[in-house]
């Protein structure tokens, strides 16, 4: 039977890594920044396994007839809010969870090897390492490899990672011991591009790194925090931060996170999907709100028993309003970029050029396409 070796392209979540008995997958970085496996043939027995757990491989959505519900979310907890990317419902879920007896896997910012990275969480103190965002790909093969079947789990996880590990679970046979938590995602960027961000920024092994800040307020949190024994540097994205210009600018994501991402909006393989609640209704809130959507009656019910928010219904349409709807456009500018991040250009350069080329090829089309067809719709409407 073939392997994932057959794939040129996947989400990187590491699943098959942990399924394979022979150890023939390793996860590296590859040459454009993001996590791939590679299959050693000569341990690989053919048995499959990597492609029955595999996200990629299915293009369909597992369990996409659910019954899905809205809730706008925050933790009453005002410490736990104000360190928390939204309204802090993530945290709580897993402090909730750790008190039922469930061990959390969920991501930190490891200092030493300078990447984002899944771990094990057993005690809140430990949980403490998880919060906030990480606009980064995540290193899974460790955290993913350590799951028992006689232990129960609450995993938090992009919506792909999530999605090859509800198939990991049901494979196993351990469905009933996992609660499954995935986030609204925009993608992943390049790690050549955290890379040469950091050393631009002088700071190529901070003490501490936080992506989302609000001291600003909730709406103005696009901003980037380094910390390290002498100082604290503050970069923001409405003062022009380059990390966030590229990445919320689609300039260097994943090849499947232009093409193959179908888990927009409300399309899930989890229990309880989670993220900020932009939109009209709460924003002149600057505390942060959690837009909350449940697909599982175990994640509903979990869910309803988090005592230590605040929960209010809202409609889908809601809690979706402002999240992305579809895969993220490569823009004119992605293969200059790709190119550039590997070589010995700088971030203020490749941008100069990149919002130029973006600017004729993608604004000035987009442009004249969206003014010629409300020309044409006046004509036709008289």
């Known amino acids: ?7 040129d392209a996947c989400y990187g979540c590491g699943v098959c ?63 736990v809010r104000y360190a928390c990317s939204s309204g802090g419902v993530g945290f709580e879920l897993a402090r909730l969870a750790l008190s039922m007896g469930y061990k959390v896997c969920a991501v ?30 995540s290193h899974t093969e460790e955290a993913f490899s350590c799951f028992k079947r006689d232990e129960k789990y609450l ?15 049901r494979l196993r046979k351990m469905e009933q011991n996992f609660i499954l938590v995935d986030f609204f995602c925009h993608g992943v960027p390049s790690d050549l591009l955290w890379k040469k961000y950091l050393r631009e920024y002088g700071l190529p092994s901070p003490d501490e790194v936080k992506w989302r800040d609000k001291r600003t307020g909730w709406h103005d949190s696009w901003n980037m925090i380094f910390r390290d024994k002498c100082q604290e540097t503050t970069s923001l994205m409405s003062k022009g931060d380059l990390f966030y210009k590229f990445f919320l600018g689609n300039r260097c994501l ?8 179908k888990y927009k909006m409300g399309n899930s393989a989890a229990d309880i999907r989670i993220g900020d609640l932009w939109g009209t209704k709460y924003q002149h809130d600057e505390n942060g ?26 409609g889908i349409e809601v809690v979706t309003e402002s ?31 990149a919002s130029r080329k973006e600017f004729y090829f993608d604004v000035i089309p987009f442009r004249i396409g969206y003014y010629s067809r409300r020309i044409i719709e006046k004509i036709l409407c008289k």
């Open 155 to 169: 995993v938090i996880g992009s919506p792909c990672q999530i999605d090859s590990l509800r198939r990991y679970t």
């Open 323 to 353: 999240q992305m709807k579809k895969c993220p456009k490569r823009p004119s500018s992605f293969k200059y970029v790709m190119a550039s991040l590997k070589a010995n250009v700088s971030l203020t350069e490749i941008n100069s050029h």
């Open 254 to 261: 994943g090849k499947a996170c232009y093409d193959d991402c």
């Open 108 to 137: 930190r910012y490891n200092t030493a090897k300078q990447y984002a990275e899944h771990f094990m969480a057993e005690s809140v103190e430990e949980l403490k390492q998880s919060r906030g965002s990480k606009y980064i790909q």
């Open 1 to 7: 039977m073939r392997n994932i070796s057959v794939f």
């Open 17 to 79: 890594h942990a399924v394979c008995a022979a150890k023939a997958i390793s996860m590296k970085t590859n040459d454009n920044g993001f996590r791939k496996p590679y299959v050693d043939e000569d341990k690989c027995t053919g048995c499959g396994l990597c492609v029955k757990v595999c996200a990629f491989n299915d293009k369909s959505l597992l369990d996409a007839d659910q019954t899905v519900r809205g809730y706008a979310a925050y933790s009453n907890d005002e410490a």
């Open 289 to 314: 709100v959690s837009g909350v959507l449940t697909f599982t009656e175990k994640g509903e019910e979990l869910f309803n028993q988090l005592d230590t928010c605040t929960i209010i219904p809202e």
